[in-house]
């Protein structure tokens, strides 16, 4: 059976028609201008919130990684320092044999040796008192003052810097100066600069019995700054492994991110395009409903 | 006498036909007024005589003229869109929320993640004075996040609670409409009328009536309509009742200050908030209670967790004047308010050198308690009940968890308005395939009733001229 059809249906039908139509052209038309596959979260909620939390993810890893590229910096200036120190002390060794060698010949060796083997002495408290910005390396805590002076007292403490490179994952970026120079809490550990002062007394006193008694500490002075620069470097390593893994992340978290909030401008466009015709045959059908109306043949 | 009958059909004839052309014109000029329902003139033929044996027409009469509805039709259009009135209500109000909470959470969770990416930059920096400038900056970058959140959404409840006066006073006018038609429409039915008009604004009030709140009819044995909602009585006879609405003290389902809706009576007024649940008035009072008061609770709780989580960690530690026990935020005294009043202390906000980055005095490079609070955003530390069973979120997830349970209610009843529409749609397409005007169709019967008015007229003019015949045979 036919249904019938009033006039304020067709007008009301036409509207509608056309309206949903400007609606979806539209919602196309701002998806094209904006490039943005989600608009609102009610368009895809769980999506949204995930494509949040991965921008989360990706701005907190970005930090760590800057903070941890910052802490690779400072652990090479504390690196560098180490290697000046133990080149020092391979010169100071190489003095000291040949200054307690040179005695048993009957030169007096010492005499001449003393006042370079002073001048690296001195070299060696400098480079332990090395800044980084104006951070003292190897003042731990107390990073605002010389940590040594020249009598070797220190006036820094045991304080350990740790930073965060990874969630939860900390990692310190400062050496226990106490336990490189005076080998608190070592094996056969060796307060390095009261070997060198025993040396230099030795020395100045042309005493070849206190020269040899330097001599091995000397050794293990060099072992003390080696096993510190392998700490460091096993800092290192963490760090960059942790720099590289955020790197790796973020490029599928903003892969993935993108994916969900970026929309593909060839379907963005087609979809406008194709929005655009249908409301174009919509106007064009309400057109034809609305106009050349049959009432005007019955009442010819 | 047979001549004096022919005249008087045909009297009749144009009289009858004259209503009813009058009825379809009326059609014609009505066809786009909403609500209008279309009239048929009832025709019904005369008793005639019987002379000689043989019975004669008495012509015809414009007995009535009915409206043509279905009152079945009109009363499902009514209850279907108390659901659409609050299905548009929902759609529209969690929109603008949306809209808000996605912008507003999106800046919030840029400011909690610089906070503590600056936390962090300090841990590797402690020495400097700078970094902490810049610690006090991003901590009021974070402060005035919550609050502008926290202020949109305040904005948007306040918002809701002056839509929903207005809402009131609307109903109010047509309860008063209605009640006012149902006596007038009895008195015009005790003088034996047919008031089809009155009927239609009626029927018209009623639709109206039900996008703005639910209720339930019932009509008495007069005809007249009763409407109650929420269990109250609004229109019994040609009496009305009106809606009013107070600011009232917090309740489980309502914050503190916000309009709860009273239907007055001789005792002054009756709560009748909690049952309205559909309809524009019931959809505003959804938005207001089940989205915005919630979402507001849930912003205060992670404002709370992060001034106290922050802050006492920041007690521990000393700033670089090697003074201990300040707080970095304003320690809030509960939930409630956390996000409105949200703000940094007074010692860090005079001065960026009170922010402590370590534990101990005297020890520039002690970043300890900058580590520590920087971690806190890692910690699962706000609680969330989720069907039962409790769920533990980081900051960042719990303010992305907000955003996107207002995404979730905003999709539902987005889809549910659609759907409701369509439905409602439907079903004025079926009304109107009943009660409305067809222009084509009244065209046609215009025609077919000013055939039959002139030829009346015709009739009419045949009996005179045989009157005339009569006259003239007495000469």
């Known amino acids: 059976m036919p249904t019938r059809v009033s006039t304020a249906q067709i007008f009301h039908n036409s509207k509608e028609n056309v309206l949903n139509a400007k609606e979806k052209e539209a919602s196309s038309a701002e998806k094209s201008g904006s490039l943005k596959a989600l608009q609102r979260p009610s368009e895809a909620p769980a999506e949204w919130v995930i494509a949040s939390n991965l921008k989360d993810d990706i701005s907190v890893r970005d930090n760590l990684a800057h903070g941890a590229s910052l802490a690779t ?25 040949s200054a307690a060698n040179g005695d048993i010949l009957g030169n007096n060796v010492s005499k001449h040796t003393l006042p370079e083997v002073q001048g690296l002495y001195e070299n060696f408290i400098q480079a332990l008192n090395t800044k980084f910005g104006n951070r003292a390396v190897l003042g731990g805590f107390k990073s605002d003052r010389l940590p040594f002076d020249v009598q070797g007292n220190y006036f820094g403490d045991d304080g350990k810097m740790e930073i965060e490179i990874d969630r939860g994952l900390k990692v310190p970026i400062n050496l226990n100066a106490k336990e490189v120079v005076y080998g608190e809490g070592q094996v056969d550990g060796i307060n390095i600069i009261q070997n060198f002062q025993t040396l230099i007394q030795g020395l100045a006193q042309n005493d070849k019995d206190l020269i040899r008694a ?18 460091i470097a096993g800092s290192m390593q963490q760090m960059e492994r942790a720099i590289n893994a955020h790197g790796l992340n973020n490029i599928e978290s903003k892969d993935a991110a993108s994916k969900i909030a970026e929309a593909d401008p060839v379907k963005v466009f087609s979809d406008l395009a194709r929005d655009q015709t249908v409301l174009r045959a919509a106007m064009d059908t309400s057109h034809k409903l609305l106009t050349g109306s049959s009432v005007d043949v019955l009442f010819k | 006498m047979a001549v004096n ?28 007024t909403p609500g209008y329902t279309r009239r048929r003139a009832v025709m019904e033929t005369l008793n005639g005589n019987i002379a000689h044996g043989i019975q004669i027409g008495g012509g015809v009469e414009c007995k009535k003229v009915v409206r043509i509805h279905d009152a079945f039709v009109e009363k499902q259009i009514v209850d279907e869109s108390h659901a659409l009135g609050g299905a548009r209500a929902k759609s529209e109000g969690l929109r603008r929320v949306e809209n808000s909470v996605a912008k507003d959470g999106e800046a919030l969770n840029e400011m909690v993640n610089k906070f503590f990416n600056d936390m962090r930059d300090l841990s590797v920096n402690p020495e400097t004075s700078t970094m902490r400038n810049i610690v006090q900056s991003s901590a009021q970058g974070l402060a005035d996040g919550f609050r502008t959140m926290n202020d949109s959404l305040e904005g948007l409840r306040h918002d809701l609670d002056l839509r929903i006066g207005d809402n009131l006073g609307q109903i109010n006018t047509m309860t008063k409409q209605i009640a006012s038609l149902n006596d007038t429409i009895v008195q015009a039915e005790s003088r034996n009328e047919i008031p089809n008009d009155l009927y239609d604004k009626r029927d018209l009030l009623m639709r109206d009536l039900s996008t703005k709140l639910d209720f339930q009819t019932a009509t008495d044995q007069r005809g007249q309509v009763m409407i109650i909602a929420g269990g109250s009585t609004l229109v019994q006879g040609n009496d009305s009742f009106d809606l009013f609405a107070l600011r009232t003290p917090e309740t489980p389902d309502k914050a503190a200050g916000s309009l709860d809706v009273f239907v007055s009576n001789k005792g002054g007024g ?24 919630p979402a507001l609770r849930h912003l205060d709780k992670v404002a709370y967790q992060v001034a106290t989580s922050v802050n006492s960690v920041h007690r521990e530690g000393v700033g670089l004047d090697g003074v201990g026990n300040r707080n970095l935020f304003n320690e809030p005294i509960n939930e409630t308010g956390a996000a409105a009043f949200f703000a940094l202390s007074s010692d860090v906000k005079s001065n960026h050198e009170t922010i402590a980055a370590g534990l101990e005095g005297d020890s520039p490079g002690d970043n300890r308690i900058a580590l520590k609070i920087s971690q806190l955003q890692n910690d699962k530390v ?53 009660s409305g005007v067809s222009l084509e169709e009244e065209a046609i019967n215009m025609i077919q009733y000013q055939t039959v008015f002139n030829a009346s007229a015709k009739a009419m003019k045949v009996g005179e001229e045989l009157f005339d015949t009569i006259l003239s045979l007495k000469r």
């Open chain 1, 73 to 97: 910096h400072v652990l090479t200036a504390t690196e560098n320092i180490l290697s000046q120190a133990q080149d020092i002390t391979q010169k100071i060794q190489e003095l000291a044999i």
């Open chain 1, 214 to 231: 330097a001599l091995p500490g000397l050794t293990t002075t060099t072992n003390q700054l080696s096993l510190a620069r392998t700490k």
């Open chain 2, 5 to 32: 009958d022919i005249l008087d059909i045909g009297r009749q004839g144009i009289t009858s036909n004259q209503r009813a052309l009058q009825t379809t014109a009326g059609n014609i000029a009505n066809a786009n």
């Open chain 2, 270 to 293: 009756r709560q009748v908030t909690t049952g309205i649940k559909d309809g524009e008035l019931g959809g505003m009072l959804f938005v207001r209670d089940q989205v915005i008061n």
């Open chain 2, 382 to 434: 706000l609680e969330t009940t989720n069907l039962g069973s409790a769920e533990h979120h980081t900051i960042n997830e719990s303010i992305n968890s907000l955003v996107g349970g207002v995404g979730v209610h905003a999709q539902r009843e987005g889809s549910m308005f659609q759907h409701q529409q369509s439905v409602v749609d439907q079903l004025n397409n079926y009304r109107e395939a009943i």
